[in-house]
């Protein structure tokens, strides 16, 4: 950013009176185009790092609750029944009372 604003300095110096304006405009949209640019980047990032904390703090609950399911002596566990849950554990995680209150801190106002 230091380098556009030196850039638009050193355009205005060298720009007679009546071509300042245009110059000038042109400027501002250059920076508005970057900043639209990069404000998107940082959404796209900011989604990325929700899904992640969201599937780590999965997983950490997953490793707390050995599986979700526990294993009994003579007693067979289906697979749908692992699977169930896991689903179980998954809604119950906490990710998203925890991702409310971290995504104010990561987002541009």
Not at 18 to 47: C, G, M, Q
Not at 81 to 107: D, M
Request: glycine letters at 6%; one cysteine or more; charged letters at 30%.
């Amino acid at each position: 950013m230091k380098g556009e604003i030196n850039r638009i300095n050193q355009a205005l110096h060298n720009t007679n009176a009546r071509e300042k304006t245009p110059v000038v405009r042109d400027w501002i949209r250059s920076v508005i185009s970057r900043l639209n640019h990069y404000s998107a980047e940082h959404r796209s990032l900011v989604k990325e790092a929700t899904t992640l904390l969201e599937l780590a703090l999965w997983k950490a609950n997953l490793d707390h609750n050995e599986g979700g399911v526990r294993e009994r002596e003579g007693v067979r566990t289906t697979r749908g029944r692992r699977k169930r849950a896991r689903k179980e554990i998954c809604i119950t995680s906490g990710a998203s009372i925890v991702i409310k209150n971290v995504l104010p801190f990561l987002e541009l106002k």
